[in-house]
């Protein structure tokens, strides 16, 4: 599976904008999907993930009532709408596929089965 994030850019605190995750192959489903983030001189983070049929929708608390995570499978796609952004939001953001769901509860990624490329999200004040 191949991963490709799309829709960064600079957004004004308390716009919105939606990034989306395209992925290659026929096998989308067999995934929970994720979104991470990591900021300059930071460490990743998670952000946001979804179950392979579009349900149970788990967010880190930081962004929890201001982003929503879904998916549309017959797309292959997943989306991360961020609504009231804030500067602290500032970050490459980051899609990933995982075989389990669990393992986005887990707090320990690197063995994540996929990860796609980034995609810059500046919010300015």
């Known amino acids: 599976v191949q991963l490709q994030a799309s829709g960064g850019g600079l957004v004004q605190a308390g716009g919105f904008l939606r990034l989306s995750c395209a992925a290659s192959?026929?096998?989308?489903?067999?995934?929970?999907m994720g979104w991470f983030r990591q900021a300059p001189g930071k460490e990743r983070e998670f952000v946001a993930a979804?179950?392979?049929?579009?349900?149970?929708?788990y967010y880190a608390d930081s962004v929890k009532g201001r982003f929503t995570i879904s998916r549309h499978n017959a797309k292959n796609t997943v989306y991360l709408q961020m609504n009231s952004p804030k500067p602290e939001d500032t970050a490459v953001y980051y899609c990933?596929?995982?075989?389990?769901?669990?393992?986005?509860?887990?707090?320990?990624?690197?063995?994540?089965?996929?990860w796609g490329k980034g995609t810059q999200v500046t919010v300015s004040s």
């Open positions: 979804i179950n392979w049929s579009g349900g149970s929708p």
């Open positions: 990933a596929a995982d075989h389990l769901f669990e393992t986005y509860y887990s707090g320990s990624y690197d063995g994540m089965d996929y």
């Open positions: 192959g026929r096998t989308f489903t067999r995934y929970a």
